[in-house]
């Protein structure tokens, strides 16, 4: 067990004993432990397999490829339309944890497998990106930030891009590409 996992867990405000009895399941599965991106992680042969995290209504493990894993159960949970690889099963109390311990073991088990076999997720390679009027708009009137927007890596566009398109009114569509027009013209991306 990782000290810096104990931290974590010890320290977590919500769903403490759901994932301390996540954390207890998947170490049965003989994956390395470590802390990634502030949650728990569990590896294979330093492939990420597994992490479990909380939120505010409900804590989850997250497969990392678990768009390949079989699902038998219908319990996996993509978590937006454009997370294409990681899958998630959603916990709400102790209980559901403990009452499902074999279904999700074999769940890990088989995440395992796709990772021993070297599997790999195949991404939607979506060139089409869809400009929200308003901030096509700011580029034709602007040639500096189009040239700016330009140089981003397509990672960094789309990025922009869908924090641009989710809102549903205009006006906040408008708001968010103000504020955010500095960011780009300096060619950096959201989380520079």
């Known amino acids: 067990m990782n000290p810096k996992v104990d931290d974590f867990l010890n320290k977590a405000k919500k769903w403490q004993d759901e994932l301390k009895q996540l954390r207890i399941l998947i170490h049965g599965c003989q994956l390395t432990e470590e802390l990634k991106w502030g949650v728990p992680c569990y590896t294979y042969q330093n492939n990420n397999v597994v992490l479990i995290h909380g939120f505010k209504e409900y804590c989850a493990m997250l497969f990392t490829k678990g768009a390949l894993l079989k699902d038998k159960n219908g319990i996996l949970v993509q978590q937006t339309e454009n997370v294409q690889a990681g899958r998630q099963i959603r916990f709400t109390n102790l209980k559901e944890i403990i009452e499902n311990e074999a279904i999700l073991k074999s769940y ?65 569509r408008e708001a968010r590409v103000e504020k955010w027009v500095p960011q780009i013209l300096n060619e950096k991306g959201m989380n520079d």
């Open 108 to 172: 890990i088990l088989e995440a395992i497998e796709i990772e021993k076999a070297g599997l790999k997720v195949e991404f939607n390679k979506n060139n089409e990106m869809q400009f929200p009027e308003e901030f096509q708009k700011k580029l034709n009137e602007n040639h500096a930030l189009k040239t700016a927007f330009d140089t981003l890596t397509p990672g960094r566009k789309r990025a922009y891009l869908l924090h641009f398109s989710q809102p549903k009114q205009s006006k906040t």
